[in-house]
């Protein structure tokens, strides 16, 4: 694999885990503090979603990073 699709793949990979992260409650996989049934917005950020926010924000960077990089000759 070249290093321009690691870095592609890398940030693709972290904008996905970004939003999970941050609509993880709109989706239904986060944490609700709301009694079973209730309906209220009343939502928790929690510190998984905010971990894979930052993960994601991380992977972003590190793939950013990654293509920005000055391209090296290939040894042949």
């Known amino acids: ?3 321009r699709l690691v870095a592609v793949l890398l ?3 972290g904008v996905a885990l970004l939003l999970v992260g941050l ?10 503090t709301d009694p079973v049934g ?3 917005e009343s939502r928790v950020f929690g510190w998984k979603q905010v971990l894979a926010v930052v993960g994601g924000a991380v ?3 590190t793939g ?3 293509v920005r990089r000055p391209h090296r000759p ?3």
Do not use: T, Y
């Open 1 to 3: 694999m070249g290093d």
């Open 11 to 13: 940030m693709v990979l």
């Open 23 to 32: 609509f993880a409650d709109s989706l239904g996989i986060g944490v609700s």
């Open 38 to 40: 209730a309906e209220s």
């Open 59 to 61: 992977l972003v960077a």
């Open 64 to 66: 950013f990073l990654l």
């Open 74 to 76: 290939a040894d042949r």
